[in-house]
């Protein structure tokens, strides 16, 4: 009953995102006075104004993308790095764009120390994406895009590729936004209303 994973976990069934959530302990990716707090399902400060997501937002979206052990995962919006260590966990390999050079070089030493292998950085904006390692079988922004996000639709490929990514105007209500790549028609369904931050 006092396990707090257990109660973040509680609408999860994908059994590699829940093996994923015991494998990376959150504390190690919040300030160190915010340890008491690692686990509660909130979104806490990093610095350089960015937050570490709510634990059971990055579950969920996590089971939404539903990563295998073969693809290439394209995320935006690197942070503390912690949604790219369960992604890591899962995947093949990570490519992780941060627009903060502090945020993504803290996030680089973080998850070498904690010997997080395969993930590959850059800083940079987000929105354009990453080209050059493009096509991903799956992209996921935790960081909010204003529009339809048509740059990084374009390296997302090919036929089952799926893309999350929550869009609406900053500071208001935006919506994660599940596009999946079918044979000639590229689908969009709009999955839960999320409060994240937007694109600088
Ligand atoms: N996934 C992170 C939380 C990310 S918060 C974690 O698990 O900790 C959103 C992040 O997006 C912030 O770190 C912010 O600096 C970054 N960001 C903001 N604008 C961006 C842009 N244009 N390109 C890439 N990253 C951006």
Known sequence: MNDPIQKILWNITNPDVRKAFRAVDRARFVPDKLQN???????????????ISQPSLVAKMTEWLDPGPNQRVLEIGTGSGYQTAI??????EVYTVEFSAQLSRTAKERLD?????????????????????APYERILSTVAFPEKPDRLLEQLGPAGGIALIPVGPPGETQFVTRYRRQEDELTEETLLPVRFLSLR
């Open 37 to 51: 707090e690692a686990w509660f399902d909130l979104p806490l400060p990093i610095g350089d104004e960015a937050t």
């Open 87 to 92: 992604l890591a966990e899962i995947v093949e």
């Open 113 to 133: 120390a904690l010997g997080v292998k395969d993930v590959h950085y850059r800083c940079g904006d987000g929105a354009e994406g990453w080209s050059a390692h």
